[in-house]
DNA sequence: TTTAATTTTGGGGGGATTGCAAAATTTAAG
DNA sequence: CTTAAATTTTGCAATCCCCCCAAAATTAAA
């Protein structure tokens, strides 16, 4: 499966766009910034923008998209006698306590953060994102657990494992918009994840255990 | 207070536009209905469109306003020795065992909840209020409890009580935009909220329950 | 009746997004 | 190497949401 010249161009051009388009927004806000002007910048015509990029947010959030089968792996790749809820808060605390960048601890999360921040639309997106997150770890529950379609119970424990999740990652982002140093949030967001452990039922804590009974 | 000519007008003015406009999203959905349309039916410019109503989506989620503090109101008016999740169940379930209209357990909702659904602008706005919904009740938590302003405990808790109250309201919207009759719904939501019950821990349930210490 | 305050409207324009067909580029074939 | 086919880029026009401003119409107040 060689790579052709057209393919590769067409992966270049993509980077480059969303890079650069990337750029302006961090530095002038995402309503800022207009597509023409992003096109100019390229180098290309406003069509090609979106001959890659299908609105203006998948610019910004290009990489999100990777993320939406996060928890779905967490849950299916868990050890053996842990529960799907136990899963994902051991990886949640192994990425933050690393401070990880895939959660955002990094340098200069917080302009990225701010830019969000100050659109509606980015946020309305992101929040979009975090649905299909929802809906693929209630499908991957069903399917380790091999629930009947009619169960309820898989949806209800996939919102209380994404909401683990979701208030932790909107912690972190809110203590790094406000500058905060990465290390210092680390911290203060393993303890928000250990409140957040002994607030929830223990069916929660539970559920899917793997090689159970 | 009498209320003179001017504002008797203004108010007219505002709910023929909102009632024309919702009549039209329900018979060909959000995105097929231009505001020039709407202008037109109601007989004023698309200019006094934009006077009463900032965006679009207001034009459909009109009322969507006066349930900011829905949460807060049941939290605010527990019972004696009932904590605020425990009020904010019994008042969902007294909705919900009512048939309420005022949770989409009514003729017609199907229809509205379709709309919604087709309309990514409409979710997003919908979701925005439900954020409101728990900034507000992370507020009135903390008024209630007088917790510190650095303790975390109330926008857990909050975000809890939340989940609760979206997941059942989603539900019923699902169900209902399936069709399904309202009576029906309202007998498998209360199943529902029993089961989220039940998953809840002892923390969220007993949290800031009244008279206690 | 005159004057002040408030609404409505028209006109203009910016910016996201889409559709279409022509032009440019790359690939494949002869 | 030349040519034809496939793919990408581009220009152009158009739609629609939304905003700004000043003139015109309407209502309230003096």
Request: hydrophobic share 45%; charged share 30%; net charge negative.
């Amino acid at each position: 499966m060689a790579e052709g010249l057209r393919e590769r161009k067409k992966r270049e051009t993509r980077q480059r766009i969303s890079d650069l388009a990337t750029g302006l927004f961090l530095e002038r806000g995402f309503e800022a910034v207009t597509i023409a002007e992003i096109a100019e910048v390229a180098d290309v015509s406003v069509n090609t923008v979106y001959n890659y990029f299908p609105a203006k947010e998948d610019l910004f959030l290009d990489r999100s998209r990777g993320i939406v089968d996060r928890l779905s792996r967490w849950v299916r790749g868990r050890d053996d006698g842990e529960s799907a809820a136990e899963a994902v808060l051991r990886e949640l605390r192994a990425e933050v306590e690393s401070v990880s960048p895939r959660v955002g601890l990094m340098e200069g999360y917080s302009r990225f953060m701010a830019v969000i921040d100050g659109s509606p639309a980015l946020k309305a997106r992101l929040w979009a994102v975090g649905q299909d997150v929802l809906a693929n770890l209630e499908a991957t529950l069903r399917e380790e657990t091999g629930a009947d379609p009619a169960e309820t119970l898989p949806a209800l424990i996939a919102g209380q494992i994404n909401w683990v999740h979701q208030t932790a990652m909107s912690a972190i982002g809110r203590e790094m918009m406000a500058g905060r140093d990465p290390k210092a949030v680390s911290r203060e967001v393993l303890v928000l994840i250990d409140e957040m452990e002994g607030l929830l039922g223990d069916k929660v804590l539970n559920y899917a255990a793997r090689g159970a009974r």
